[in-house]
C-alpha cells in the first residue's frame, strides 16, 4: 500500500454535546502513480479524510498508511511527511502566511537550503505552471488577487515543494475553462513523466475523470462506492441518488441512449462523445 | 406611451486600477460602459482576474470608481451619503456561504439588514415571513446558520438581500463552492426570481450552463467588456469563447465538433436537451 487507510474514524469535537462523526470506518489502498477523485456530497468526509492523509488530523480510531508505514504523531516526522505529501485548501486564502506571493511560493524551496537565485526560477516556474505570470503578480500580497488566481497560487505553493503526493481539496472552484484544464493536464503530465500520486475531490466532473485511475463515492462519512470510472459512472440512478453528476459529457451520452440510440455511456471527454456518435451514425452522407 | 425598460445601475466609462498593480498589468477595468435594466437576468462571463468581482464592487460602492462614473438608480456611488441607499438597491452575494452569515438564527440573519434601517418591528416581521415563504425557508427560520448546508446558506442569504427589496441582487459565483444538489437549489431560486420583474439579477458565473438560463451576457476580458448579447449568440460563438480560453455548455461544443463531421444540426443550441432531441430526430430521418 502506498497511501491508504484502515477503518479510520473521526469525531469533531469528541467528549462534547456537539461530537460529530464525520469519518466512519473508512478504507482504502492507493498504488504509488495513481490519479483518485473524491466525490460525494457537502458534508459526506471529503476535507476532514483528506486532512488525514498528510497528517494534519489525527484518527480518533483506525489508521492512516504512506509507503506502509503507520502514520504516527511524531512532530518532527509529521513534519517531513507534510512536504512530501502536498495540500491545497479547500479555502485557499484561510491558509496564506505570507506578505507578498512570490514569498508565498518561495517558502518551499527556501527550506531546502536553494540559493535564491535557484528559488527565484522555482517560483517562476511554478506560476507559470499554473498558468499565472510572475512579473505581473509576484510582488503583490496574496490576497491582491482575484478569485481564481488565488487558488491558482495556493496550487504554485505547493508545486514548488515537489511532493510525491499531491492533494487538491476541490481545486477548480472558480476556476475559468482553459486555467481549469490547464491544471488538469499539468497533474496528469507530473503524473505521467514523475509518477506524482495525485488525489482530487471535487463536485466537477469536466475535463478530469478522464485522467482518473480510481473514484472514490463519500456519503455521510462512509466509502459507499469505489472503483474505475467506468464502474462508478455506469449507472446515473446511484449517483443522482446521492445527489451527485456526472461528467457533462457522459450526462450527455445517458439522455441519448435513453432516447433508444445504442451509444456506450462510459464516455468522459468532448473527443470520445463524437467519436462515438460518429461511430453510430456514421457519416450523414450527402 | 412608450415603455422603455428602466436602467438601474449605469457605467459610464468606467475604469478601475488597484492600488496595487503593477505597471506591467492592465488597469482591472478601463473603457466600461453597461447599463443593468431592471427585472433583467444577466450573465456576467471572463476568464479569471478579467475584472467581474471588481465591476460588481463598483455597482454597489465597495470601490469607487478611478475613472468615469456609477450611477445606481441615476445616484452616483461617488457621493458618499447615498451609499447606504445604494447597498439596499443594490445586494450582494458572494462566492464562500461561511462568510456571509452573521447571526444566531436564520430568522435574525434575515432581518439583520432591516433592523439596520430602523424599521418598524411589525414590518420587520412582517418582510421576513414573506421572502422566507418565498424562498422556502420557513422551516430554517430558528436554526443556527453554521449548521444549514453551503446551499441553503447561500438561499438565507439572498432572503437577506431580497428583504431589503432591492432593484438588483448582484451574485458573484454563488455556485462555484456547492456540491450538485445545493447548486440546483440556488440555480432555480434564481430562476424563480426572474419571474419578478422588478429584481434584476447579475450572475458572475464560470458554468456556461448557468449563463445559458440568462436573457443577456456579458463577456469581459482583460478589463475590458468584449461582447454582448443573447445566450443564443454570445455562447454560440465558440471562436470568441475559446480564443479568451472560455467555453460555452458541453451541449454546444459537441455540436460544433459533430458539425464539422457532416452532422446537420440546429446553428443556436445550447442545452442538453435540445442536442439529444436533434441527434434522435437525425436518426429518424436516415
Ligand atoms: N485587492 C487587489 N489589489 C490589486 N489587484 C487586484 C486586487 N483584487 C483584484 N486585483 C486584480 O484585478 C484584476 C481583476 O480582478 P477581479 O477579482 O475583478 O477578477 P475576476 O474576473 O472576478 O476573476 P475570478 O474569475 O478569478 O474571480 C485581476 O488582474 C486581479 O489580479
Ligand atoms: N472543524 C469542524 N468542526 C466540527 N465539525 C466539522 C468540522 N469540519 C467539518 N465538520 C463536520 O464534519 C462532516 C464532514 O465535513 P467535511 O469533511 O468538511 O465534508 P466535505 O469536505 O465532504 O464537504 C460534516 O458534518 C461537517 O459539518
Ligand atoms: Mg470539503
Ligand atoms: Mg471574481
Do not use: W
Not at chain 1, 513523466?193 to 466537477?204: A, C, D, E, P
Not at chain 2, 437577506?160 to 432555480?188: H, K, Y
Amino acid at each position: 500500500m502506498f497511501i491508504g487507510t484502515e477503518k479510520l474514524t473521526y469525531t469533531y469535537m469528541s467528549g462534547t454535546p456537539f461530537a460529530a462523526t464525520a469519518l466512519n470506518e473508512v478504507s482504502f489502498s492507493l498504488g504509488k502513480g495513481e490519479i483518485t477523485l473524491i466525490i460525494g456530497p457537502s458534508g459526506s468526509g471529503k476535507s476532514t479524510l483528506i486532512q488525514h492523509l498528510n497528517g494534519l488530523l489525527k484518527p480518533s480510531s483506525g489508521r492512516v498508511y504512506f509507503k506502509g508505514q503507520a502514520i504516527g504523531s511524531d512532530k518532527g516526522e509529521l513534519l517531513r511527511l507534510r512536504r512530501r505529501i502536498g495540500l491545497v485548501f479547500q479555502i485557499p486564502e484561510e491558509h496564506f502566511f505570507s506578505e507578498t506571493i512570490y514569498d508565498e511560493i518561495a517558502f518551499a524551496p527556501r527550506n531546502l537550503g536553494l540559493a535564491e537565485s535557484e528559488v527565484r526560477i522555482r517560483v517562476k516556474d511554478a506560476l507559470e505552471k499554473v498558468g499565472l505570470r510572475a512579473e505581473q503578480l509576484q510582488y503583490r500580497h496574496p490576497f491582491q488577487l482575484s478569485a481564481g488566481q488565488k487558488r491558482l497560487v495556493a496550487v504554485a505553493s505547493v508545486l514548488s515543494m515537489n511532493p510525491e503526493v499531491l492533494i487538491l481539496d476541490e481545486p477548480t472552484a472558480g476556476l475559468d475553462p482553459s486555467h481549469r484544464r490547464n491544471l488538469f493536464a499539468l497533474l496528469d503530465n507530473l503524473n505521467r513523466s514523475g509518477g506524482l500520486t495525485v488525489i482530487i475531490s471535487t463536485h466537477h466532473l469536466d475535463d478530469v475523470v478522464a485522467l482518473a485511475h480510481s473514484v472514490f463515492v463519500l456519503q455521510g462519512g462512509r466509502m459507499v462506492l469505489a472503483g474505475p470510472p467506468s464502474e462508478i459512472f455506469t449507472t446515473r440512478e446511484k449517483l443522482y441518488d446521492l445527489g451527485l453528476s456526472l461528467p457533462s459529457v457522459t450526462e450527455i451520452m445517458h439522455s441519448v441512449k435513453e432516447k433508444g440510440l445504442p451509444v456506450k455511456t462510459n464516455i468522459y471527454t468532448l473527443a470520445g462523445a463524437r467519436q462515438e456518435i460518429n461511430r453510430l451514425k456514421g457519416r450523414p452522407g450527402r | 406611451m412608450v415603455n422603455r425598460p428602466e436602467i438601474i445601475v449605469e457605467a459610464r466609462n468606467l475604469a478601475y486600477h488597484y492600488p496595487g498593480e503593477e505597471a506591467t498589468s492592465f488597469p482591472a477595468l478601463s473603457g466600461i460602459n453597461v447599463a443593468v435594466y431592471r427585472g433583467e437576468y444577466l450573465a456576467l462571463i471572463g476568464p479569471n482576474g478579467s475584472g467581474k468581482t471588481t465591476l460588481l464592487k463598483l455597482f454597489n460602492a465597495l470601490l469607487v470608481p478611478s475613472d468615469g462614473e456609477v450611477r445606481v438608480e441615476g445616484v452616483s456611488t461617488i457621493d458618499e451619503v447615498e451609499i447606504p441607499r445604494i447597498r439596499r438597491i443594490c445586494g450582494m452575494i458572494f462566492q464562500n456561504p461561511d462568510n456571509q452569515l452573521v447571526a444566531t438564527t436564520v430568522e435574525e440573519d434575515i432581518a439583520f439588514g432591516l433592523e439596520n434601517l430602523a424599521l418598524p418591528s411589525a414590518e420587520i416581521r412582517q418582510r421576513v415571513g414573506e421572502v422566507a415563504r418565498m424562498l422556502n425557508l420557513e422551516h430554517l427560520l430558528q436554526q443556527p446558520p453554521h449548521l444549514l448546508s453551503g446551499g441553503e446558506k447561500q438561499r438565507v442569504a439572498i432572503a437577506g438581500v431580497l428583504a431589503m427589496q432591492p432593484g438588483c441582487i448582484l451574485m458573484d459565483e454563488p455556485t462555484a463552492m456547492l456540491d450538485t444538489a445545493s447548486r440546483r437549489d440556488v440555480n432555480d431560486m434564481v430562476r424563480m426570481l426572474r419571474q419578478n420583474h422588478n429584481i434584476a439579477v447579475v450572475h458572475v458565473t464560470h458554468f456556461p450552463e448557468e449563463a445559458a438560463f440568462a436573457e443577456r451576457v456579458i463577456v469581459l476580458n482583460q478589463g475590458r467588456l468584449v461582447r454582448q448579447g443573447p445566450p443564443k449568440a454570445v455562447l454560440t460563438d465558440l471562436s470568441l469563447l475559446h480564443s479568451l480560453g472560455l467555453q460555452s455548455t458541453a451541449a454546444s461544443e459537441l455540436a460544433a465538433l459533430l458539425r464539422e463531421d457532416g452532422f446537420e444540426l440546429p446553428s443556436q443550441l445550447l442545452h442538453n436537451r435540445e442536442l439529444v432531441d436533434s441527434l434522435c430526430s437525425l436518426e429518424l430521418k436516415s
